[in-house]
């Protein structure tokens, strides 16, 4: 059993950064996919960034060039660093993961077993 705690959020103005961490716990944390999806209000929850289980990251297009997915197996933690935030990435962001081995993260949201509550991200023009 894994359980993800999301922190990090909070209100940034246009252009501004955050960095968002997931803390796991339970076992095999340096086995687990890691996802980060992220929810608008009145949009369906979107992939935004994943960490493999062999640590190999992959993002979503809107998120080349601005966002990092990154984690550190000593503090059981996934961040995701975004950069240059706009109005539109102004949702609820929550992590995912899973131990499911597949040849890339999966960006449906039933390839994951386990969810955090999520942290509220809003930018501010």
């Known amino acids: 059993q894994v359980q993800l705690v999301e922190s990090g959020g909070g209100l940034v103005q246009v252009g501004g950064s955050l960095r968002l961490s997931c803390a796991a716990s339970?076992?095999?944390?340096?086995?687990?996919?890691f996802t980060w999806f992220r929810q608008a209000p009145g949009k369906e929850r979107e992939f935004v960034a994943a960490?493999?289980?062999?640590?190999?990251?992959y993002y979503g297009d809107f998120a080349k060039g601005r966002f990092t997915i990154s984690r550190d197996s000593t503090k059981n933690t996934v961040y995701l660093e975004m950069n240059s935030l706009k109005p539109e990435d102004t949702a609820l962001y929550s992590c995912?993961?899973?131990?499911?081995?597949?040849?890339?993260?999966?960006?449906?949201?039933?390839?994951?077993?386990?969810w955090g509550q999520g942290t509220q991200v809003t930018v501010s023009s």
């Open positions: 339970g076992p095999d944390f340096s086995v687990h996919t």
């Open positions: 995912a993961a899973t131990l499911r081995r597949t040849l890339e993260p999966g960006r449906a949201l039933d390839d994951y077993d386990y």
């Open positions: 960490t493999s289980w062999t640590w190999t990251p």
